[in-house]
């Protein structure tokens, strides 16, 4: 069973720069045909798609966050990880990590606030 773990912290202030790992058990990110990419749900609002990285490495971002968004990945360690630069409190939601092949497997997601 692919199981995937989001992890970082839960605060973040305004002008910093959001950095999550996503760590994938069960199932590595380099099998082909694979992608692995991060989704978030900001308080009252539906799921927004931020981006991915496939199993080769090719990176696919969301035109209204590719300025600010960089996604990179450790295959040694079985992980990929999101940045997202110059965050406002607008930035604040649940960071879920998602990926696989033909089935889609999912983080628990985790809370980030940003705040000063």
């Known amino acids: 069973q692919v199981q995937l773990q989001e992890s970082g912290p839960g605060l973040v202030k305004p002008s910093q720069t959001l950095s999550l790992t996503c760590t994938v058990s069960?199932?590595?990110?380099?099998?082909?045909?694979?992608?692995w990419g991060w989704v978030r749900q900001p308080p009252g609002k539906g799921l927004e798609w931020m981006g991915a990285?496939?199993?080769?490495?090719?990176?696919y971002y969301s035109p209204s966050l590719k300025s600010r968004t960089s996604i990179s990945r450790d295959t040694s360690k079985n992980q990929f990880s999101l940045q997202l630069r110059s965050v406002t409190p607008e930035d604040s939601a649940v960071y879920y990590c998602?990926?696989?092949?033909?089935?889609?497997?999912w983080g628990k997601g985790t809370l980030v606030t940003v705040s000063s």
């Open positions: 998602a990926g696989g092949g033909g089935e889609i497997y």
């Open positions: 069960g199932g590595s990110i380099a099998t082909r045909n694979t992608y």
């Open positions: 990285i496939s199993w080769e490495g090719t990176n």
